[in-house]
């Protein structure tokens, strides 16, 4: 199988076409969901059996997916409301990302639900090319209020249909004390100028103060390594590396998930002029 050959906590795509090698996969995943650590699935028509199983894969304590993209995958309100289910229960899940899945308010508020609850880890969620429009942004918009989304950093709601209102309701809930870093790309939705700069204000008063405390952060680290006795300072300063390391590999993932996007919307315009040409 295609997993035999990923090493432990490694990363596999399937293409387009591919449903037998699909249904194969999560038979596997089910044998040993520790072997894989991303998981990519583009353009497949995925059934409500096979997303059954990717939550049940996900909601597994030995599953190691810490990135789970599920790009034009036909997965609608009821598999998004069935992915929803395992977010409170996986114990790796990081970024999700459900680009151009036909999702809706509906999903969107199943997902909001879900998020709620203080086990998730989620710290990107990508909701791009989705119709979930004023009322699923009302939806995320309570949930970043609640302040109970500690690691949520990225959401992405480009293209989703979302207007006036929803930018309101986002923007009152970023004011709130959201630590929330980006939303996507705000020129895609069908708002005024004045409405994507002030929400883009509030991204960037939040990005600021991330720096600030990373920041803070070196100082305390320069202190700490300064006070040490000589003998200690050699290990602390290896600690100290294999975190940057780890800050390292967060950034790699950011980019990762900015070139996904590009991605998904040169698919999108694809699947566009398709629609035109037919």
Known sequence: ???????????????????APVRALTAVLAEAPERLATLRLVGEMLSDTTVTKLSTLLSDKR????????????????GAATLAAALPRSASLTSL????NGISAVGARALSSCMSDARCKLSRLSLASNPIGDGGAA????????????????????????GESGVRALEAALACGSTLESLGELDTLPVSVGSRCSLEWRLRANR???????EAAEGRRARALAAAPEAER???????????????????????SRERDAVERLLSDALERNTRLC
């Open 234 to 256: 050699e290990l602390r300063q290896r600690i100290f590396e294999l975190g940057e390391a780890v800050a390292r590999a967060g950034i790699d993932a950011s980019r990762s």
């Open 97 to 100: 990302g459900l680009a151009l």
């Open 139 to 162: 939806a995320l918009a309570g949930l970043l209020a609640s302040g109970v989304l500690g690691p949520l950093r990225m959401l992405d709601l480009a293209r989703t249909g979302i």
């Open 1 to 19: 199988t295609a997993l035999a050959r990923v090493p432990s906590a490694g990363r596999l795509g399937v293409a387009s076409g591919s449903r």
């Open 63 to 78: 599953c190691a997916i810490s990135e789970l993209t599920l790009t034009h995958a036909y997965i609608r309100d009821a």
């Open 208 to 214: 600021e103060a991330a720096a600030a405390k990373a």
